[in-house]
C-alpha cells in the first residue's frame, strides 16, 4: 500500500545550523507534498507543502525540494532557532486511491539547542 | 474565520464501551478527514467525508465509523472499544480535500481506555 517513509527520527542541532529532514513515498501518482509542524500539546500546523510541477519552493528560513523520479523529498530549516523545537512531518497525497487522505511519515522530533 | 473545532478534548471511557467524537470544520470546508495519532504509529488516515460521502477509508476495523452531516459537521465512532483504542483524534477540514490543498487541523480528542 501507500507509504511514506521519514528520516531521521530525532535530529539535535545547535541555534543557528541548519536541519534537514527527509521523506521518501511509495506511490508515484502522488502529486501533493505538505510539511507539518506540531509542537508539544498542539495541532498540526502547515509550515510549507509543494505540488508535484514544482522542484523547489521557499519561505524565509523554510525549503522544500522534491525529485519526482527518485520519490523524494526534503525539509530544509536553515538559521535554525529554539522556537523551531518541535515534531515536524512530511505526508504525500494526491495519487490515483488517495483522493482526501494524506499519508504522513513517521515524524522526525527536532531539538535546536541555544 | 473560526478554525477546526473538535470536542469534547478529553474522554475517558472503559474497555467496551463506544464513544463518539465531533468536528466542525472551518466555515465553507466541505472535506472533513479523520487522523489517528499514537506514539508508535504516528498519524494514520482513518476516513475522509465530502458534503455527507466517504471518499476514501483507511486500514481500521469495522469497529470505527463516521458520518457527515448536511452543515459539514463531523462525527467519528468507535464502537466495542480496546485498550489500543487509546489516542489523539484529529481531524482536518478543506475546501474540497487535502489532495492538493491545506488541510486544517484541530486541536484534538484525547481518547484513553481503561
Known amino acids: 500500500g501507500e507509504n511514506v517513509e521519514q528520516h531521521p527520527s530525532t535530529l539535535s542541532v545547535q541555534e543557528g545550523d541548519s536541519a534537514v529532514i527527509k521523506c521518501t513515498y511509495s506511490?508515484?501518482?502522488?502529486?501533493?507534498f505538505p510539511w507539518y509542524k506540531q509542537e508539544l500539546g498542539k495541532r498540526p500546523q502547515l509550515i510549507i507543502d509543494?505540488?508535484?510541477?514544482?522542484g523547489e519552493k521557499k519561505d524565509q528560513r523554510i525549503a522544500v525540494t522534491l525529485n519526482k523520479t527518485a520519490k523524494h523529498f526534503s525539509l530544509h530549516i536553515t538559521e535554525t532557532q529554539p522556537e523551531d523545537s518541535a515534531v515536524y512531518f512530511c505526508a504525500a497525497s494526491g495519487g490515483s486511491s488517495n483522493t482526501g487522505k494524506l499519508i504522513f511519515g513517521q515524524g522526525t522530533t527536532l531539538q535546536v539547542k541555544p | 474565520k473560526a478554525g477546526v473545532t473538535q470536542t469534547p478534548r478529553y474522554l475517558i471511557k472503559t474497555r467496551g464501551q463506544q464513544v463518539t467524537l465531533s468536528c466542525s470544520p472551518i466555515s465553507g470546508h466541505r472535506s472533513v478527514s479523520w487522523y489517528q495519532q499514537t506514539p508508535g504509529q504516528g498519524l494514520q488516515f482513518l476516513f475522509e467525508?465530502?458534503?455527507?460521502?466517504?471518499?476514501n477509508k483507511g486500514n481500521f476495523p469495522g469497529r470505527f465509523s463516521g458520518r457527515q452531516f448536511s452543515n459539514s459537521r463531523s462525527e467519528m465512532n468507535v464502537s466495542t472499544l480496546e485498550l489500543g483504542d487509546s489516542a489523539l483524534y484529529l481531524c482536518?477540514?478543506?475546501?474540497?480535500?487535502?489532495?492538493?490543498?491545506?488541510?486544517?487541523f484541530g486541536q484534538g480528542t484525547r481518547l484513553t481506555v481503561v
Open positions: 506511490d508515484s501518482a502522488s502529486n501533493y
Open positions: 482536518a477540514s478543506s475546501p474540497q480535500g487535502v489532495s492538493n490543498t491545506e488541510a486544517f
Open positions: 509543494i505540488r508535484s510541477n514544482v
Open positions: 467525508y465530502f458534503s455527507e460521502t466517504q471518499r
